[in-house]
T-cell receptor
């Protein structure tokens, strides 16, 4: 059962425009969400995160929005650059066990292509 | 460079065989995670170790096992290999593994091909 879903396997955007990547989750107990970026032949790298107590977190060109009622999060990249072309994974963390350790659930990824 | 190393980079083997994948976490990280990424699939969490102990289990097959050694490096053992086990296997590490320190740093992966 996939608890974190990225329904768009790919997205193509023109350089300078906004890229919006979406992610849905099913478990309302998830309390921490992360986005990872992956280039070919490399491991994923952490991009940005958001706690469930917030609805927005911004880091430079990257902003993550969380809509808890809809169990939906999105990553906005403005402006998009060709170097942003990569696969983006969203991940959710929780619920914690009694030691507060978390399992992590990843989506299937969205391949972003930013055209020059 | 994330500081997480994985060996080997590539592994080609036959069905029915057994292989061992190795991971060295970043210096100071106590948690090690293993993930499988099959073609067109997302990252499937397999298992997590923290300071030598198994902490969380995901979709890990019974044919697979892992361990974390006293020096904190980890090994993922895959046995009775099937064609469907062909995938990219990632190791990640984090300082802890709790809600407050769970940013994971990924290694470059080991590509396993089962023929």
């Amino acid at each position: 059962d996939q608890q974190v879903k990225q329904n768009s396997p790919s997205l193509s955007v023109q350089e300078g425009r906004i890229s919006i990547l979406n992610c849905d989750y099913t478990n309302s107990m998830f309390d921490y969400f992360l986005w990872y970026k992956k280039y070919p032949a490399e491991g994923p790298t952490f991009l940005i995160s958001i706690s469930s107590i917030k609805d927005k977190n911004e880091d430079g060109r990257f902003t993550v929005f969380l809509n808890k009622s809809a169990k939906h999060l999105s990553l906005h990249i403005v402006p998009s650059q060709p170097g942003d072309s990569a696969v983006y994974f969203c991940a959710a963390s929780g619920p914690p066990d009694r030691h507060l350790f978390n399992k992590f659930y990843f989506g299937s990824g969205t391949k972003l292509n930013v055209k020059p | 460079d994330s500081g997480v190393t994985q060996t080997p980079k590539h592994l080609i083997t036959a069905t029915g065989q057994r292989v061992t994948l190795r991971c060295s976490p970043r210096s100071g990280d106590l948690s090690v995670y293993w993930y499988q990424q099959s073609l067109d699939q997302g990252l499937q969490f397999l298992i997590q170790y923290y300071n030598g102990e198994e902490r969380a289990k995901g979709n890990i097959l019974e044919r697979f096992s892992a361990q974390q050694f006293p020096d904190l490096h980890s090994e993922l053992n895959l046995s009775s290999l099937e064609l469907g086990d062909s995938a990219l296997y990632f190791c990640a590490s984090s300082v802890g593994g709790t809600v407050w320190d769970n940013e994971q740093f990924f290694g470059p992966g080991t590509r396993l091909t089962v023929l």
